[in-house]
């Protein structure tokens, strides 16, 4: 299969099942196969998705999936059943997978991406910690607070002067 080919076959898998809206023209004379290539990555790092014929690990792609959908929503309230709802998988099968390919429970890793953020925050802002706490998606500046002095070893304040 051509590259040009197969960078048509995915924008119309897109269309077909994610209900997307992709439309543009590629003029076959002026696009190399490194282009379609290229394009071909883009879509599928930005948007999360394998191509039907790609026959990539299906709990890879299960786990891609998890993780664009957290990344999408992780300043929200994120909970496993929303997760679920969204992938149209189990709870159970969802929280296995996970942990099996990541080493991290989905806790784990949606606390640890909003940490990432709450750092960024603290380094490059004048938010107050209980801003920045709401601002990452935790509910609670104190939990906040105790989780980032667990996992940073450093209170929110501390890391503020150090590396403001």
Request: proline share 1%.
């Amino acid at each position: 299969m051509s590259d040009l080919s197969e960078l048509k076959d995915y924008i119309d898998m897109l269309k077909k099942e994610h209900n997307l809206s992709v439309s543009f023209s590629i003029d076959e004379g002026n696009i190399s196969s490194e282009k379609a290539k290229a394009l071909i990555t883009l879509l599928r790092n930005s948007l999360g998705l394998n191509i039907a014929g790609g026959k990539e690990n299906e709990s890879g792609d299960l786990i891609d999936r998890v993780k664009n959908y957290i990344n999408i929503n992780r300043n929200s309230t994120i909970t496993s059943e929303h997760i679920c709802k969204h992938i149209g998988c189990s709870r159970s099968l969802i929280s296995h997978q996970f942990k099996d390919k990541t080493g991290m429970s989905l806790r784990e890793y949606i606390t640890s991406l909003r940490l990432e953020d709450a750092k960024v925050l603290l380094a490059n802002s004048d938010l107050s910690v209980t801003e920045v706490a709401f601002a990452v998606g935790f509910s609670s500046s104190n939990y906040f607070a105790n989780v980032f002095k667990r996992d940073i070893g450093m209170s929110p304040g501390e890391y503020r002067k150090k590396n403001k």
